[in-house]
């Protein structure tokens, strides 16, 4: 149940980020800073494929992964609709493997986070570091802590197309200070001609980071020239009124 990502979760998903939908300047700086790639480029925890796609579009070489079936099944979906066919695989950030290395590792709006320990993060980031060419780039977006260490109940609803409404109410369920972990219950909820006609409850896990740990992590991990910017702003320091904190570094080595 934990960061299942069930059917529900994935429809959820579909109809909060549709493909294309991006926030403040993401596509912008992502591809900027993907200029340079000319192999490929990998996106772990690709979801829907709503940044996958309009990256692809824009001509990258980007393929991904992720570890639920029917995230997988709609970003295939979506992928079709356009005539576009990426490699895309079912596996998890922690014992994904490729026989090729990647230019680029992208993991943006804070998935990483869904890896709620520490030593099992830092095996995942000497992972990504082993997918890389020398020199390759990792890119790594992260919320700031505020965000996930906000307790508040959320309930929020989405209309289908064929006149069904989704809901889901999350409730966070614990807080490890220790651990750097929050645990809620998320509720979804299909509902019918006023009548309730299906629920999913899943548990979902994630880990905040401080600024300087991040750093520290990726170093430990192997990655040099670590850069950390706001609000995908490159090289810009973050802030406390920054929405999201991207740390970029590299595999030493030259191509």
């Keep these: 149940m934990n960061n299942h990502y069930g059917s529900l979760a994935a429809l959820v998903y579909d109809l909060d980020k549709p493909i294309g939908r991006t926030f403040g300047n993401e596509l912008s700086f992502?591809?900027?800073r993907l200029s340079e790639c000319r192999g490929p480029i990998l996106e772990p925890g690709?979801?829907?494929g709503r940044l996958l796609i309009p990256l692809?579009?824009?001509g990258l070489n980007v393929e991904g992964f992720d570890a639920s079936k029917d995230m997988l099944l709609r970003c295939l979906a979506h992928c079709r609709e356009r005539h576009l066919s990426p490699r895309l695989d079912q596996m998890r950030f922690q014992d994904f493997s490729y026989a090729h290395r990647f230019d680029a590792v992208i993991v943006p709006v804070g998935s990483f986070q869904l890896i709620g320990e520490f030593a099992e993060a830092l095996s995942v980031l000497r992972r990504f570091h082993d997918h890389l060419v020398p020199d390759g780039r990792l890119i790594i977006d992260l919320d700031p802590a505020g965000k996930i260490i906000d307790s508040s109940t959320s309930i929020r609803s989405w209309p289908t197309d064929d006149g069904e409404l989704i809901t889901l109410q999350a409730q966070h369920a614990s807080f490890?200070?220790?651990a750097q972990r929050r645990v809620?219950?998320?509720?979804?909820?299909?509902?019918?001609d006023t009548r309730l006609i299906e629920t999913q409850l899943e548990l979902f896990t994630l880990r905040w980071w401080g600024v300087d740990?991040?750093?520290l992590a990726m170093e430990a991990a192997g990655f040099r020239d670590i850069v950390v910017s706001g609000s995908h702003e490159h090289g810009r320091a973050p802030n406390a009124d920054d929405w999201i904190i991207t740390f970029e570094g590299r595999r030493a080595g030259s191509r």
């Design 56 to 58: 692809l579009e824009a």
């Design 30 to 32: 992502y591809r900027s």
């Design 176 to 178: 490890d200070y220790i």
């Design 46 to 48: 690709v979801g829907n």
């Design 213 to 215: 740990e991040f750093m």
């Design 184 to 192: 809620s219950h998320l509720r979804y909820e299909r509902w019918r």
